[in-house]
Every structure is written in structure tokens, then in C-alpha cells.
T-cell receptor, first 112, second 113 residues
Framework: DTGVSQNPRHKITKRGQNVTFRCDPI?????LYWYRQTLGQGPEFLTY????????KSRLLSDRFSAERPKGSFSTLEIQRTEQGDSAMYLC??????????FGDGTRLSIL | EDQVTQSPEALRLQEGESSSLNCSYT??????LFWYRQDPGKGPEFLFT???AGEEKEKERLKATLTKKESFLHITAPKPEDSATYLC??????????????FGGGTRLMVKP
């Protein structure tokens, strides 16, 4: 099964450190999305790529967050100078055009 | 601003006891309404897309319906393996964010044997 793959599954880090997550979408999907989900809430949109172009960023995405999709395949999400409030599940989804989005199992980030 | 509200927040059922989950939405123009299932520690799993009022979709014990203001997920004779959080999300027309999804808070369903 070549679904959406996210690594690492869990990340524990100290406040102030930088972290990077990776997402490998379904191979033929041209659109890639990042969402954030906190306990008991639904996912919230962060940013979106069509191929390698980052076309939209949410107001939730502060300047400490940066995302890339260098060759239109995998994507990385980096958080600099992590804060307690960054603790969440970071979900990646991909789609082929306007078809439904398919999600990975996320990276759970815990800030000590 | 697009908004999605799901009720109830949590629902306990006995095995075989049918019920419905509600998703109320406000959106400038609806491209599609989506239902996902999420198990603990996992990402959302796609169930259904509904595009227009009156549309219905079915899958095993689940049936989703859509009106102009809300959607229902009907669960018929549920089994313990149906226990999960069910998420509703909308996509707006004319949204520059490539069809980003706006999610509700989910309904946590527990089915007891």
C-alpha cells in the first residue's frame, strides 16, 4: 500500500530547538497539504502545495514555520525555536487535483 | 469565514443501536462536504464526499446525507469496530487554498458490545 507516509511518527524536543518533519505523498498526487491537530479538535489547515509551488499559507503559520516541496514530491515542515504551544499532531495529506485528500498518520510533536 | 460544528461531541451506543451524527456548516459556497473516520493515533481515513443537497452515499453500515445547512452520518446496527472519531469537513468554492478543508471538532463514537 503506497499511502501517505510521514516521518518521524513521534518527536520529543526541548523548547527552543528546531524540528523538521517529512511527508511522502501518494506518488501520482500533485497537491500536498499540511494540517495541525490538537487533542479533541479537528485538523486545522496550515499550508498547501501544488507541485513544487507553495500557493497558500494559513495565518496559523507563524514565521517560525517553513515548508518546502523542492521537486514536487516529498515535503518538509520545519519549526524553528519551538514553543510549548507547538505541541500537536502534524498531519500531511495529498490529492490528485480536486479529488479527496488522503492523510498520513501524522507526526506527534511534544515540547518539554 | 467557513465554520463547521459537529454534534454530539461524544456518543455511546450499544451494539446494534442505530443513531445519527450531525454536521452543521456555514460556507460562502460549497464545493464539497467530506466525512472522515479517525482512529486513535492515526490520520483521518476518507469515507464520503457529498456535493449537492439531496445527495446520499452509503458504505456498509454508514450512510451520509446532505442538505443546504447540514449533513448527517447515519449508523445502522453499529458494531464495536465502528468506534472511532468521525470528522466532517467542508471545501469552499472559489477558495484559493487549493481546496483546503475546514474541519469540525468531531464526534467520538463508542459502541459497546
Amino acid at each position: 500500500d503506497t499511502g501517505v507516509s510521514q516521518n518521524p511518527r513521534h518527536k520529543i524536543t526541548k523548547r527552543g530547538q528546531n524540528v523538521t518533519f517529512r511527508c511522502d505523498p501518494i506518488s501520482e498526487h500533485n497537491r500536498l497539504y499540511w494540517y495541525r491537530q490538537t487533542l479533541g479538535q479537528g485538523p486545522e489547515f496550515l499550508t498547501y502545495f501544488q507541485n513544487e509551488a507553495q500557493l497558500e499559507k494559513s495565518r496559523l503559520l507563524s514565521d517560525r514555520f517553513s515548508a518546502e516541496r523542492p521537486k514536487g514530491s516529498f515535503s518538509t515542515l520545519e519549526i524553528q525555536r519551538t514553543e510549548q504551544g507547538d505541541s500537536a499532531m502534524y498531519l500531511c495529506a495529498s490529492s490528485l487535483g480536486v479529488q479527496p485528500q488522503h492523510f498520513g498518520d501524522g507526526t506527534r510533536l511534544s515540547i518539554l | 469565514e467557513d465554520q463547521v460544528t459537529q454534534s454530539p461531541e461524544a456518543l455511546r451506543l450499544q451494539e446494534g443501536e442505530s443513531s445519527s451524527l450531525n454536521c452543521s456548516y456555514t460556507v460562502s459556497g460549497l464545493r464539497g462536504l467530506f466525512w472522515y473516520r479517525q482512529d486513535p493515533g492515526k490520520g483521518p481515513e476518507f469515507l464520503f464526499t457529498l456535493y449537492s443537497a439531496g445527495e446520499e452515499k452509503e458504505k456498509e453500515r454508514l450512510k451520509a446525507t446532505l442538505t443546504k445547512k447540514e449533513s448527517f452520518l447515519h449508523i445502522t446496527a453499529p458494531k464495536p469496530e465502528d468506534s472511532a472519531t468521525y470528522l466532517c469537513a467542508v471545501q469552499a468554492l472559489g477558495n484559493n487554498a487549493g481546496n483546503m478543508l475546514t474541519f469540525g471538532g468531531g464526534t467520538r463514537l463508542m459502541v459497546k458490545p
